[in-house]
């Protein structure tokens, strides 16, 4: 099967469900047949999914007599797949590809910063418009962040400068937690005109 994603076509993994009955609904239609139809369904679990996906139901019979499962009768339930999310409804089944790739994590990690900085602008009474030099103390779990995504960041605080340093000083500095576990000191200037 394939799936469309951001206008181009990927091989997907192979999808599960799990079918489970519902027992309110089917007491009244199996009867006797009750036990069987559990056994049948335990047995034949991808057959029933398929047939109520396709026709909107699945007729068994038993002893001669005919019960049929209809969507109220049943659940199906989409199994996740490592590094996908699953969905389904009715005929509808849909995948997600939840993995974050090193640049995804990167460009997280860069919006966050510059959150933190707009927040630090903010604390500061510097206006929407100032432009600003920032000093961002090293951090091996940012770092790369930062160079990778220098432009966006500096776009988007209007900053003149955006530079990685060794030290900041503490009392020029704020402290800022980019994420838990990862924090870092950071110091804005505003530019005169």
């Not at 199906?76 to 009715?90: E, F, L």
């Amino acid at each position: 099967m394939l799936l469309k994603v951001s206008k181009r076509w990927i091989d997907s993994p192979a999808f599960h469900k799990n079918l489970k009955l519902n027992f309110k609904t089917l007491g009244k239609k199996c009867g006797k047949h009750m036990k069987s139809v559990q056994t049948f369904a335990n047995e034949n679990a991808q057959a029933i999914i398929s047939g109520i996906e396709k026709m909107g139901n699945f007729e068994m019979k038993f002893d001669g007599e005919s019960i049929v499962l209809d969507t109220e009768d049943v659940e199906i339930i989409p199994v996740d797949i490592p590094g996908w999310k699953v969905v389904n409804s009715g005929q509808l089944t849909v995948a997600l590809d939840v993995t974050i790739s090193p640049e995804l994590r990167e460009e997280g990690l860069a919006r966050e910063l510059v959150n933190r900085i707009q927040n630090l602008r903010k604390d500061n009474n510097l206006d929407v418009t100032d432009r600003i030099e920032v000093k961002i103390q090293r951090n091996n779990a940012i770092n790369s962040a930062i160079n990778n995504n220098l432009d966006y960041i500096c776009a988007e605080i209007l900053a003149s400068s955006l530079e990685l340093v060794d030290a900041v000083e503490s009392a020029k500095g704020s402290e800022v937690e980019i994420e838990e576990d990862i924090k870092t000191l950071i110091s804005i200037t505003k530019l005169l005109n």
